[in-house]
């Protein structure tokens, strides 16, 4: 029964793609995409190439669970769309990426973490004024439903009400950054709805219009949530920290693989990978690998700028909120370190 419905909606979609390409909305979708808007790029969608552990049978494909089964695959490049099913799953099931120090590398570059880290981070945080932007490209996303945390969906797992989205998770890491001393400006605004296509380029200008007011920003982490997933399982995301329910978190850092200029994008790197070992030290199955890819994501505009991506679409809010609590409480002091001392001192 579902390969049948997999395969009509298969059929549907090859047709839908064929009737676009032979009429003026077809030439219209291939101009679009070839304008090469990179903010339109759906991110919640990861790949994983390999089993993912503890978690057999692993993933064999990718799946969405955006509003249509129509996904920008990668706008970057004028890379046309890319047709996907969007799956609500009848089960979902736990797993635990390794990571460590891991970078999950998806360029052609070649990365050496430990002689990055050895550098490390040329940003420093003003000692006066914001420090830190927090925002959500896709403040949409949300998490499965459990408990009192109830939602009225958009769209498979995402809402408007941001007491239930990311946001909330935004919240959570602004409120203990700020009680370890640092000064965060956290965007509320959602970017990706009622449309995903241009999200990133609307949460570009308003990195943008912030940088403009307050050009000594020197972190901009931008919040999302994970999703993992095929053949009718979504996969949860939880590390095995002792006396805590929590999901995973994950740095993304972008480059310039995709032709995009993107200079510093080494800079972001190494960030994520001096979050990743600090983080790390206290909390060993936190973090999974660092994720570096082709795309730049806006991260062009600082050197401090990261997607951070906690739990994926199989994990609870409550899940994703202690996992931002191991993360932020880790993490503060870490940026902390890199505030620059007050004009005047010795």
Not at 29 to 38: N, S, V
Request: hydrophobic fraction near 40%; charge should be negative.
């Amino acid at each position: 029964m579902h390969s049948a419905r997999r395969l009509a909606v298969l059929g549907i979609t090859v047709l839908c793609l064929y009737l676009l390409s032979s009429g003026s909305p077809g030439e219209r979708l291939r101009q679009a995409a070839a304008a090469g808007i990179e903010a339109g790029r759906m991110k919640n969608v990861t790949v994983e190439a390999e089993p993912l552990p503890t978690a057999p049978p692993a993933p064999a494909a990718v799946t969405a669970d955006g509003p249509a089964w129509i996904a920008e695959a990668e706008e970057a490049d004028g890379v046309l769309v890319q047709v996907m099913e969007s799956v609500n799953a009848d089960e979902i099931r736990e797993t635990t990426i390794g990571g460590g120090l891991a970078v999950k590398n998806e360029t052609q570059y070649a990365v050496d973490a430990r002689e990055l880290l050895g550098r490390g981070p040329s940003i420093r945080l003003p000692s006066e004024g914001p420090q830190i932007l927090i925002l959500h490209t896709h403040a949409s996303e949300a998490y499965t439903p459990a408990g009192l945390d109830r939602y009225e969906a958009n769209d498979n797992r995402r809402t408007e009400d941001t007491r239930f989205s990311v946001v909330r998770v935004g919240d959570e890491l602004a409120s203990i950054f700020e009680r370890a001393g640092l000064r965060v400006l956290h965007d509320r605004e959602i970017y990706d709805y009622p449309s995903y296509t241009g999200s990133y380029t609307r949460s570009g200008e308003a990195v943008e219009r912030y940088l403009a007011e307050y050009p000594d920003i020197a972190v901009v982490l931008d919040i999302h949530r994970d999703a993992l997933g095929s053949e009718g399982v979504v996969y949860k995301t939880m590390a095995e920290e002792e006396g805590v329910v929590a999901s995973q978190v994950m740095l993304l850092a972008g480059s310039d693989e995709s032709g995009l200029a993107h200079p510093d994008w080494r800079e972001n790197l190494t960030l994520a990978l001096y979050l990743q070992e600090r983080v790390g030290m206290l909390h060993p199955t936190l973090m999974r690998p660092v994720s570096l890819v082709p795309q730049r994501y806006n991260q062009h505009l600082t050197r401090g700028s990261l997607i951070l991506e906690v739990g994926s679409s199989g994990n609870t809010l409550q899940e994703a909120l202690s996992a931002i609590r191991l993360f932020g409480e880790a993490a503060a002091p870490a940026l902390a370190q890199l505030v620059e001392s007050p004009a005047g001192d010795a």
